[in-house]
């Protein structure tokens, strides 16, 4: 079999044993050929190559000045790869099991104040052709910002998960893994208006003889709902009307700022953990950041040394 062929197989294992996600998968993939190619101009294949030639990849990766994360992902893709080979008899070592990684830098993750969020969504519910798709902007904003989701599992909310006016939202995150997470009023309110304009452009739909969707955002494309590229480029629109740099806004950001305004009005750690449907709670510890500025204030402002 070829290199190709063996990332196939190693692909279909995870998708049906460990229930991959689709962009999990499309990693794997990218990191896999990148490491086989440069196998490839080494003469060298998947089932060939040595512990030392995988650290001399990993050194390769560093002399291209890729970040720590970038290299950490592809070293656990090929762990994981070779663990497959490994399990499933095709090779009779793991060359990769004893290397450890470069490790992650510890960064801040970039976040909006209060103030950039409303404007965001002010924009939003301006933003639009007509009133269907202001609706539909609004609902996915005030959705994104009360649950703190990622990009991928917005655009594909069943529509199933938003009937019947729910004051939870189950989402199904990375791996499959369900997760329930409270609404606030305004995405509520959001939320059942989008609905009601949804249902409406639905019955002209049938009426016109085309099938329902099952998506809360559905599109005519291929994947059938909404795509994160185009929710991508919603937000961006949404920034500059909104009077918020560009550079800062992704959908990403309006995660993180859930997160960050949580913690900072006395939300617990653990529970943040859950919203965010993160596996680890030491990939929740990042925004502990916000603990130690509040931590800071409150010396600061009630400490009798501090003062003048």
Same mark, same amino acid.
Request: net charge positive; aromatic share 6%.
């Given at each position: !079999?070829?290199?190709?062929?063996?990332?196939?197989?190693?692909?279909?294992?995870?998708?049906?044993?460990?229930?991959?996600?689709?962009?999990? +998968?499309?990693?794997?993939?990218?990191?896999?050929?990148?490491?086989?190619?440069?196998?490839?101009?080494?003469?060298?294949?998947?089932?060939?190559?040595?512990?030392?030639?995988?650290?001399?990849?990993?050194?390769?990766?560093?002399?291209?000045?890729?970040?720590?994360?970038?290299?950490?992902?592809?070293?656990?893709?090929?762990?994981?790869?070779?663990?497959?080979?490994?399990?499933?008899?095709?090779?009779?070592?793991?060359?990769?099991? +004893?290397?450890?990684?470069?490790?992650?830098?510890?960064?801040?993750?970039?976040?909006?104040?209060?103030?950039?969020?409303?404007?965001?969504?002010?924009?939003?519910? +301006? @933003?639009?052709?007509?009133?269907?798709?202001?609706?539909?902007?609004?609902? $996915?904003? +005030?959705?994104?910002?009360?649950?703190?989701?990622?990009?991928?599992?917005?655009?594909?909310?069943?529509?199933?998960?938003?009937?019947?006016?729910?004051? !939870?939202?189950?989402?199904?995150?990375?791996?499959?893994?369900?997760? !329930?997470?409270?609404?606030?009023?305004?995405?509520?309110?959001?939320?059942?208006?989008?609905?009601?304009?949804?249902?409406?452009?639905?019955? !002209?739909?049938?009426?016109?003889?085309?099938?329902?969707?099952?998506?809360?955002?559905?599109?005519?494309?291929?994947?059938?709902?909404?795509?994160?590229?185009?929710?991508?480029?919603?937000?961006?629109?949404?920034?500059?009307?909104?009077?918020?740099?560009?550079?800062?806004?992704?959908? @990403?950001?309006?995660?993180?700022?859930?997160?960050?305004?949580?913690?900072?009005?006395?939300?617990?750690?653990?529970?943040?953990?859950?919203?965010?449907? @993160?596996?680890?709670?030491?990939?929740?510890?990042?925004?502990?950041?916000?603990?130690?500025?509040? $931590?800071?204030?409150?010396?600061?402002?009630?400490?009798?040394?501090?003062?003048?």
């Amino acid at each position: !079999m070829s290199d190709r062929h063996w990332i196939a197989a190693f692909l279909d294992a995870q998708a049906a044993e460990r229930g991959a996600a689709t962009n999990t +998968q499309l990693a794997y993939a990218r990191d896999l050929a990148d490491f086989t190619d440069w196998l490839a101009g080494r003469a060298l294949s998947l089932t060939d190559a040595q512990r030392s030639d995988v650290e001399a990849y990993l050194i390769h990766c560093d002399a291209q000045g890729l970040a720590k994360s970038t290299r950490a992902r592809r070293l656990s893709a090929i762990k994981q790869l070779y663990r497959f080979f490994f399990e499933e008899g095709f090779r009779a070592d793991n060359p990769a099991v +004893q290397i450890s990684g470069p490790g992650r830098d510890k960064r801040l993750p970039k976040t909006l104040s209060t103030e950039e969020v409303d404007r965001l969504l002010d924009a939003a519910a +301006q @933003h639009g052709r007509n009133p269907s798709e202001r609706s539909r902007n609004i609902c $996915l904003m +005030q959705l994104l910002y009360a649950t703190g989701m990622r990009v991928s599992e917005l655009v594909s909310l069943p529509l199933a998960a938003a009937k019947g006016d729910p004051r !939870m939202l189950l989402i199904r995150g990375k791996g499959g893994k369900e997760r !329930m997470v409270p609404l606030s009023p305004p995405a509520r309110a959001a939320l059942r208006a989008w609905l009601t304009c949804r249902e409406e452009a639905e019955d !002209m739909a049938r009426a016109d003889g085309k099938p329902s969707s099952t998506f809360l955002f559905p599109s005519r494309g291929k994947s059938g709902h909404l795509t994160r590229h185009a929710f991508y480029v919603l937000i961006k629109d949404l920034a500059v009307e909104g009077g918020v740099s560009p550079a800062k806004v992704t959908p @990403h950001t309006l995660r993180h700022a859930f997160a960050t305004h949580l913690l900072a009005n006395g939300a617990d750690l653990r529970a943040i953990q859950t919203f965010l449907g @993160h596996a680890d709670v030491s990939t929740t510890e990042i925004y502990t950041h916000v603990l130690e500025e509040r $931590l800071k204030e409150l010396v600061l402002d009630h400490h009798p040394l501090a003062r003048d």
